[in-house]
């Protein structure tokens, strides 16, 4: 017997073709030997060449911490916390956002408690939490410093429209400033001046300096050089009994940057904050049964196996399944559905779900691990991961900053050698160094990421890998499998011959197997007779490998396969025959009844296709994508597919391992989206391009870019939507930036813009990538939008 070509299995029955050479034990080894071989693969290959997602070992005597940390807002803070981390003995590592305000620490039990890591990185004015602190508390303080700062900043400017501005104009003020009164007045907007700089601009002056200290220039540092410089030139000038002074640019220049500062953190936390939510909500005792009694322990106490108790009100744990009790439990934290489930003995829960009535008993999962937990690290993850957009912007602002000190000094030493006044050499520097902050090049891409984050959620998506706005938008074809994806997953009865007592018998029998059928069949309630007379009851029930059989209303009825109950001598007619053998070539499953040595009826129980499954495809498929559909059916099961016109190509008799090879071969061609159920097909989610996971539980597939976690092919289409839509934020920020720079230097650099007319001009680009960002983004809930920005 000859081995297949393909994976070297038995070949019972060969099946070779015209255009390949070997020979193969099912068309789905063909099928991949043909698409392995075009791309220039040999033999078969199920090695998993996935993404990698970031996960950290750091040993043993290691356990992470995430810590909530304010006044964050630059990657120079990001760069001091870690520092400070870093220089603590008992840390090993610390990784800090300030997208999230967040800093990850792994650090050794056995020298450090976590309630001690908020003390050790509290340094320079940073706070850190275990806790998110109140945002009401947050807010205070700062509009309490931006009220106070414009109260004073007012007050400045009144003087400087009242005295000095008519005096610029060729006009005279109400107050000569070379009197003793005018000196008065100089002196009190000197000191309103000193309370705006120092208390309404610590921020920026305390970021300046970290940014020195880590020996990485930041755009602090050039809003608080010409700030200061401003400042330290108008003090001296007061000070030689001088009336030309810009205590008016350092107001302008700290209140426009705070205001910015103040809205950027708005809307960074309104795109964030369900981290701080799922953080708040994690799960750290549990109730663990021991006998009769229960015990309290930590929630990574807990083993596989382990049951726990979870009463009315609290969440539950870790992933598990029901054991005993009934109660409605809330999974919106997690699933984004509104409403309350019901789950009863043997269904899964997910752990950090809340059970809104009566008591659960669970039993812990194989993993003992919450899915909220999974979900805490898969948020910091794709929170603080950076696509290569962002890169590319941070390593511009990293040469940016340096550049613009050398043309500040450039643009100033210019001036003043081509016979301009020092004054005037030292305004057109500060303008240099005013309008070239690179704010809005460093907001560009977090808030249009976290932007795609928060709508991906709201939608009940996880995106774990933030290159998916980069990469799904190139997607070429969309490769989805058949079991679980396309279809429900679940056994139900599709067809069937039989009246009502047949099927009374049926399920009289059937309620004492545990199998998916016997499931099906007891359950079922859309096809035949819903429940046409009293219940009635099987006695002295046995079961066999292929069906069951007991006594009913004194008949000996067996329910199973149409070729037990044959062995078993009850006749099958014809057209009972053909239905079955035409079941069994769609993939389904025929049921025949039978007493009375004949076969009285036949219900055939089989998966069915998703309602809204070909209309989705159909829609992906007008987005000019190449659809494949790979089953491990039959290629006459999986005809029905071929006909359908959103589906290019069917790809059938393909076992789990031979996926993966299969995606592989299809990348050669384009980019490779793969949609899975997030179990088997983990490899092959790995290997695409774009993996695209479904239900709650997939979010343990590590191998998926994208966990859909209602199992809705619906928000299929608004995963491409909502990647094209992010992608179009980012750029439009980008250019948005650039453009700016590009007018805005030149211009400074000419002498042709004042210290005030360009800390007006930098506040307001930072606003608008602010302000773009915080749009919602315009996202097709069921069709993908407009596939023209590929």
């Known amino acids: 017997m000859p081995a297949c070509t393909y994976c070297d299995a038995p070949t019972d029955a060969p099946v070779t073709a015209e255009d390949v050479d070997g020979v193969f034990c099912c068309s789905g080894c063909l099928e991949a030997h043909r698409v392995a071989d075009e791309a220039g693969h040999e033999g078969c290959c199920h090695h998993n060449h996935g993404h990698d997602h970031g996960h950290e070992a750091h040993g043993a005597e290691t356990e992470t911490a995430f810590l909530h940390v304010r006044g964050m807002h630059c990657t120079s803070c990001e760069d001091f916390i870690e520092t400070v981390a870093a220089s603590t003995d008992g840390i090993h590592e610390a990784e800090a956002s300030y997208a999230s305000d967040m800093a990850k620490v792994a650090y050794d039990p056995s020298r450090h408690h976590e309630s001690d890591l908020p003390a050790l990185l509290s340094q320079a004015g940073y706070e850190a939490h275990l806790e998110a602190p109140a945002d009401e508390t947050a807010d205070q303080n700062t509009a309490a410093r931006l009220i106070f700062g414009g109260f004073f900043g007012m007050m400045v400017m009144a003087v400087y429209i009242v005295l000095l501005y008519p005096v610029h104009l060729g006009g005279e003020g109400l107050v000569s400033l070379s009197s003793k009164g005018g000196t008065y007045v100089l002196a009190n907007v000197w000191a309103f001046t000193t309370f705006v700089l120092l208390v309404t601009g610590w921020p920026t002056l305390r970021g300046a300096a970290v940014s020195l200290r880590v020996l990485q220039p930041n755009m602090d540092l050039l809003v608080g050089l010409a700030a200061v410089s401003a400042y330290l030139y108008s003090a001296g000038a007061v000070l030689m009994g001088q009336t030309d002074v810009y205590f008016d640019v350092t107001v302008v220049i700290i209140l426009a940057v705070s205001l910015g500062h103040y809205y950027e953190d708005q809307v960074k936390r309104r795109a964030t904050d369900l981290l701080s939510a799922l953080t708040r909500e994690q799960v750290d005792e549990a109730r663990r049964l ?70 659960l008993t669970v039993e812990v999962g194989a993993a003992a691990e919450s899915t909220l937990d999974r979900l805490v690290h898969l948020m910091w993850n794709i929170q603080s991961r950076q696509p290569g957009a962002q890169r590319v912007a941070d390593r511009i602002a990293a040469v940016f900053v340096p550049l613009v000190l050398v043309l500040a000094a450039v643009a100033f030493g210019w001036q003043w050698i081509s016979g301009a006044s020092a004054t005037a050499a030292l305004l057109t520097g500060l303008s240099v160094l005013i309008v070239s902050c690179p704010c809005a090049l460093g907001l560009a891409t977090p808030l249009a990421v976290a932007s795609g984050l928060r709508t991906a959620l709201e939608r009940g998506i996880v995106i774990r890998d933030v290159s998916l706005f980069e990469t799904a938008p190139d997607v070429d074809t969309l490769a989805v499998d058949k079991t679980g994806t396309l279809t429900t997953g679940a056994m139900q009865v599709v067809d069937a011959v039989a009246d009502a007592t047949t099927w009374r018998r049926a399920r009289a029998v059937e309620q004492h197997a545990a199998h998916p059928v016997a499931r099906a069949i007891v359950e079922n309630r859309d096809v035949g007779p ?13 079961s066999h490998p292929r069906g069951v059989e007991g006594r009913v209303d004194g008949d000996r009825v067996r329910v199973g396969h149409p070729e037990w109950l044959r062995s078993e001598g009850l006749s099958l007619d014809a057209p009972l025959a053909e239905r079955a053998e035409a079941a069994q070539q769609n993939a389904q499953v025929p049921v025949a009844v039978g007493w009375n040595g004949a076969v009285q009826g036949l219900i055939v129980v089989g998966d069915t296709l998703r309602d809204e499954g070909l209309a989705v495809m159909d829609a992906l498929r007008g987005d000019a994508r190449e659809v494949v559909v790979i089953t491990g059916d039959s290629s006459a099961a999986a005809r029905p597919l071929r006909e359908h016109d959103a589906i290019d190509r069917v790809i059938a008799e393909v076992q789990p391992a031979e996926k993966s090879d299969l995606v592989r071969g299809l990348r050669d061609a384009g980019a490779v989206a793969m949609i899975g159920d997030g179990s088997n097909d983990a490899p092959a989610l790995a290997e695409a391009d774009v993996g695209i996971a479904f239900g709650p539980t997939a979010l343990a597939a590590d191998s998926a870019d994208v966990v859909i976690l209602r199992g809705d092919l619906t928000h299929i289409p608004t995963v491409f939507s909502l990647a094209r839509a992010a992608r179009r934020r980012i750029r439009q920020n980008l250019a948005w930036a650039f453009l700016y720079n590009a007018v805005a230097i030149p211009l400074a650099l000419a002498g042709l813009i004042n210290p005030l007319f360009a800390a007006l001009a930098m506040a307001a680009s930072s606003l608008g990538v602010v302000g773009n960002s915080a749009r919602p983004l315009p996202v097709a809930d069921s069709r993908p939008t407009d596939g023209n920005e590929k």
């Open 290 to 359: 021991a006998g009769d009694e229960t015990e309290t322990v930590a929630v990574d106490d807990l083993a596989p196996g382990d049951r726990v108790l979870v009463r009315a009100g609290e969440r539950i744990p870790v992933d598990g399944a029901v054991v005993e009790g009934r109660a409605a439990v809330d999974e919106s934290l997690m699933t984004g559905e509104s409403l309350p489930v019901t789950r009863t003995e043997g269904d899964d829960v997910i752990g950090g779900a809340v059970v809104t009535n009566n008591a």
């Open 530 to 542: 819903a429940g046409d007379g009293a219940p009635i009851t099987a006695t002295d029930v046995r």
